[in-house]
């Protein structure tokens, strides 16, 4: 009720966490039966499909990654910013959270998360999906390495190759946890570049974690790089040293 209420006051409203993403659990359209019936005075009545079953097929989708939607710990709450490094990674994490909708359909649409590893790049990247499905936004999750191998293994599939990289490509927002992990081939390379240009031509968000720094995401490959960086360049954090490193707290 209270969100209809803000939705109504129009472009200035910003979004809280909602770090408990319950509001997947009750679709307010069809009460969670996932089917709408369309009554007609002189014709049948219809049904038609709600469009919480593509959130629940996508919360599916995220839980085969291993990532729960609901109740998830992964909040911006539970991330403790307890020195400048951290506090600006939080602060543009929900910064760039609550301008979601105003920037979405720009080229300046994304986000990265870079650097130090423990530091919360994969926390803060999930905090943000989580928000932005708990508003009824579309995100899929990408666990880089797992999918570029799976792609990789499958590269003469066709069929398995063209839908798995469709989905990629064409998610309204996307999800990179772990951009370039592992041995880096030629075959990633092109992958990558398939879906990272397809979002930058359509002005597709993408929401990127990674170990290496823009400096190495330039080195690797300068085309995919650039866009990265162009998508990211308001929403960009490098973080450095390992007293970032949450696990050795
Ligand atoms: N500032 C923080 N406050 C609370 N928990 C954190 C913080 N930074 C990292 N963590 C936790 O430490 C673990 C490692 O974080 P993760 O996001 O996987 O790091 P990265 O992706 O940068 O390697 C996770 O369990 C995460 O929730
Ligand atoms: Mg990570
Ligand atoms: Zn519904």
């Not at 400048?84 to 910064?95: G, L, R, V, Y």
């Not at 720009?106 to 423990?118: D, E, P």
């Not at 927002?173 to 075959?187: P, Q, R, W």
């Not at 995401?217 to 960086?229: A, C, H, K, P, T």
Request: charged share 30%.
């Amino acid at each position: 009720m209270k969100e209809k209420k803000q939705k109504q006051s129009g472009i200035k409203e910003t979004w809280k966490d909602s770090s408990e993403a319950d509001a997947l659990e009750n679709c307010p359209i069809c009460g969670g039966k996932g089917y709408i019936i369309k009554h007609s005075p002189d014709a049948q009545d219809t049904i038609a499909f709600c469009k919480c079953r593509e959130m629940d097929k996508l919360k599916r989708m995220w839980s085969f990654s291993g990532i729960e939607t609901q109740k998830n710990k992964l909040t911006f709450k539970n991330y403790n910013a307890y020195n400048t490094a951290t506090e600006e990674a939080k602060n543009t994490a929900i910064k760039y959270f609550r301008s979601f909708k105003q920037i979405r359909n720009t080229r300046k649409n994304s986000i990265a998360f870079l650097g130090q590893v423990g530091s919360g790049k994969s926390h803060l990247s999930i905090a943000i999906g989580l928000n932005l499905l708990s508003k009824g936004i579309p995100v899929i999750y990408m666990s880089y390495r797992e999918q570029i191998l799976k792609l990789k293994q499958n590269i003469l599939d066709e069929e398995y190759y063209e839908a798995c990289t469709r989905k990629f490509k064409t998610a309204q927002v996307l999800i990179i946890d772990d951009l370039y992990k592992g041995k880096l081939t030629e075959a990633d390379i092109n992958i990558t570049f398939e879906i990272i240009n397809y979002r930058y031509m359509k002005n597709l968000p993408i929401i990127i974690s990674s170990e290496f720094t823009v400096e190495k995401l330039l080195y690797f490959d300068e085309s995919i790089g650039s866009r990265i960086l162009e998508m990211c360049k308001n929403f960009t954090v490098e973080i450095h040293g390992k007293e970032n490193n949450y696990r050795l707290k």
